[in-house]
């Protein structure tokens, strides 16, 4: 049976109240009348489900009509009833209106729609974490900026995967405290993409919660502001930049309102008026700062400027506060306002002052430059190939002789005044350089009007149009004539000095560098002019390096002398040595140059023959050495046993326990006064024979020349003051001179020229002792007396040994050996002598000693050439009761001697020292009863010696004798002497002397 679908009486109250209808409209219509239209194909449906017994009821949600044409939402919950035989009755329903709840349902679901379409569509990281900080969801714009796809990274670690490893801990805690509850807002932070760059994000971080409060997500938006940091970044530097490029280029800028008295200015304009650049300055703090010569004109102008509203552009002067003086360039705008109020300025200020500087260098340069070239005679021309014009400097016209304001400078008129002959090389080198693109030199010459010939040399460069069309040449001209001229004497001269049979070398003096050589060098040392020009006087010289060289030339350049000589070798490019002898000289040309000109002799066939002589010099040398040592050991093997026979013929002589018969006696006195006559003369020929054999023993030492001039002197001005003969000491030379030689070798020289002088020289005559200046290595001391002189024709002989000259007939006691042993001497210290006489006027010897530090150290040597310790004791101490005899001897004959004395008496012993020095040191240590001295001792002598003895508190009083010759007793009496015993040794009477001194000092 059919089921009513029509509204029921029971429910029409309610969807009259719910629809808007009266009761009377609703009764009889249907459900379907009052369904909205797309809502009833799914109720007729559901009902016919029921009816079918496919459901027992169903809930439905749908729209109903209204009255006014609009709709409700309502929720029903339908059901059939049947009968007992289960066929339907009726349907029942229950009818809720939900339209409220739909339409909260439709502006939640488009606020969700709209949220998801932000989310998936705004420019923001939009990131949901868990309460564990994995990754729920990302929004696409996420996905582009990191590089990675939710699926990739759904479920990882937030922090781990995207945060630096710097930042971590504090994002993890930032986290942490949203998981609680807190929140975030406009934190920046850096995440890193896939590709590894870092990106700046501002977060805003919240929690979300569910239905009961628990928070179960982390909601994190964030803005990506990394292009925007490196913008503001950019910006920063931008504006540093700016600043330091202000500053740089010392230009700042400003703005002033006039109005309001508002001052602005960059930092660089503080720097340049000298306040702090971060300073912020009112206007009145500048004022004072103008120039007070500028400051009343500075301020009118801008005045007038404002008043006719322009702007200005001026230059003027301020002072800074630490009072340095600066210019600056400003330029200004300026505006008023509505025409009639106050003006604004808007401005830049430059520093100028360095170009205000430049500028007046600029100017004095160019003034100088006009100066430099009237000076060195060179001008400067530009031509305009496009214009055709020429302009000359005022240089030009004054090479040219001409009157500027007279003359129309042009290319043509230019040529009309070069020598005819050169009109065609002028032009070919100008249209050359113009076709080549290449600057050009060329020397010409001027004819002037008067006949004369000017030298000229230009050097000319060309620019050009990128098309390759030429468009101005500018140059110089110089004139040469001086240096043209030269060089054409120079040639004539090269012609004339190739001519030479000697080679000639010229180099700089500065450096060394060959800038000629004739054709002599050329041929001597094999290498073509091209080369040797190349080349320095050390490239062909071997023995020399450039500081040796440079040391000997060194005269020449400081004036100490006008030309050296000397001999070397060139060494031919071949290889070969060839010895030449050179006289070098500096010469200063006529350019001012100064260079050395080196005269140079091929004297290898010199070298040659002087080679043969030297063989023949060696082999007399050799012979005459034989002969000296030869004489030499002859001598040696017969003084010592003279001196044993003197001395023991008079210990016979005293000997009482075997008295001496009568006859034997007086054999024995003829003995001592044969053998003392005949030691005598050899120990002379020894010392000689010892020089000549190279035996004698010397140590070289600097000696200053004063102290050992006046040493030798005072030993002689006793003698010379008995012939009443005066002596003097001239100094040629600074106090401080040295020489290096042995000293007592020297003192020895000085001596035997002195007592000659003494003893050749007229009665009240006088002696000349002069010393310097230094030359060439040596200083010089020179004797001069007033003596006889020695006639020319004796000359010759006067270093020969026992050549006296005939001084024997004038009785004048001597051997003739002592000026041999003094030549040898002298050049055995590498010294040389000399001598100038005139016969009844006087003799001048002069000896000349090496400069200390100059020669090599030669250690102390004895006859035989190996070093010994000179002055260690002879014999060893004896017993501490013995009387103590210091003996200072340096003859080993008479050391013997002397021990056989002391032997023969009682409580006494003998120590022997051979120089005086070592006597002196041993004195002081060994405290001595008694000193013996001998007078000529190696180093100091006997009588300084006892003049430190004297002075010397602790030997002051020993009892010292004289060893000495008779002449000299007097003499050495008032040196202080206690004793003195003469040579040959009387015994008898030595043993007297040492026995009252030795028991005096019991």
Known sequence: MPISTTVSSTSIHIFCRLLGYDRSELIGRTFEDITHPDDRAAGRELARELLDGKRHAYTLEKRYLRKD?????ARMNVSLARNDAGEPRYFMGIVEDISESKRTARALSSARAFA????????????????????????????????????EIRGKDWVSNFVPERARARIQALLANVAQGGATRDDVNPIVTRGGEEREIIWSDAAIRDGAGGIVSTLSVGLDVTERKRAEEIIRESEAGLRRAESLARIGHYAYDADGGNFTCSAALNEIWGFDPNSSLPFSVFVPRFHPNDLGWVMAEVENAARENRGFDIEYRIVRPNGTQVTVHSVAEISVPDGDGLPRFFGTMVDITDQKRAQEELRASEARLREAQRIAQVGSWELDL??????????????????????????EAFLDLVHPEDHDAVNKAYADSLASKTAYQITHRLRMPDGRIKFLAEHCRS????????????????????????????????QTLDQTLDSVFMSDARTLGFVYVNRGACEQVGYSEAELLTMTPIDIKPEFDEPRYRAMIRPLLEGQEAAIRFETVHRHKDGRDIPVEIVLQLATFADGQSRFVAIVRDVSERKRTERKLQRAKEDAEMANRAKSEFLSNMSHELRTPLNAILGFAQLLEMDRRHPLAPGQADYVKHIGLGGQHLLTLINDILDLAKIDAGQIGLTLEEVPVPQLVESAVRLVRGIAEDRGIAIRIEARRSQDCAIRV???????????????????????GSVTVAYGPETGGY?????????????????????????????????????????AITKRLTEAMAGRIGFASTAEAGSMFWVDFPKAGIGPQVDTMDNTGVATPVGAPSQPEAEADSRHILYVEDNPADIRLMEGIVDRLNHARLTTVHTAELGIELARSMRPDLILMDIQLP??????????????????????????????????????????????IAVRRMIHILDKYLRAAT
């Open 69 to 73: 044409g609009g709709h409700v939402w």
């Open 779 to 819: 200083l010089r001391v020179s004797i001069t007396d007033t003596g006889l002189g020695i006639p020319e024709e004796r000359q010759s002989e006067m270093f020969k040994p026992f050549s006296r000259l005939g001084a024997d007939r004038l009785g004048i006691e001597g051997t003739g050996i002592g000026l």
């Open 463 to 494: 620019d050009f149009a990128p098309d390759g069309r030429p468009l101005r040449s500018v140059g110089t001209a110089q004139d040469v004539t001086e240096r043209m001229m030269a060089e054409i004497a120079l040639k004539q001269f090269k």
């Open 939 to 984: 180093g100091i002598d006997g009588v300084t010696a006892l003049r430190h003895l004297k002075d010397d508190d602790a030997t002051r009083g020993i009892a010292v004798s004289a060893n000495a010759i008779v002449a000299d007793v007097e003499r050495y009496r008032k040196e202080g002497f206690d004793e003195y015993v003469t040579k040959p």
């Open 116 to 151: 998801d379409t932000l989310v998936e569509t705004a420019p923001v990281v939009v990131l949901l974490l868990s309460p564990q900080g994995e990754i729920q969801r990302v929004n696409p714009y996420f996905e582009d900026l990191t590089g990675y796809r939710l699926d």
């Open 742 to 764: 042995d000293a007592v070798r020297a003192r020895q020289i000085l001596l035997n020229l002195l007592s000659n002088a003494i003893k050749y020289n007229k009665p009240n």
């Open 386 to 411: 496009v214009g055709g014009t020429l302009t000359w400097s005022d240089e030009i016209y004054r090479l040219f002789e001409i009157d500027k304001d007279r003359f129309g400078a042009s290319y």
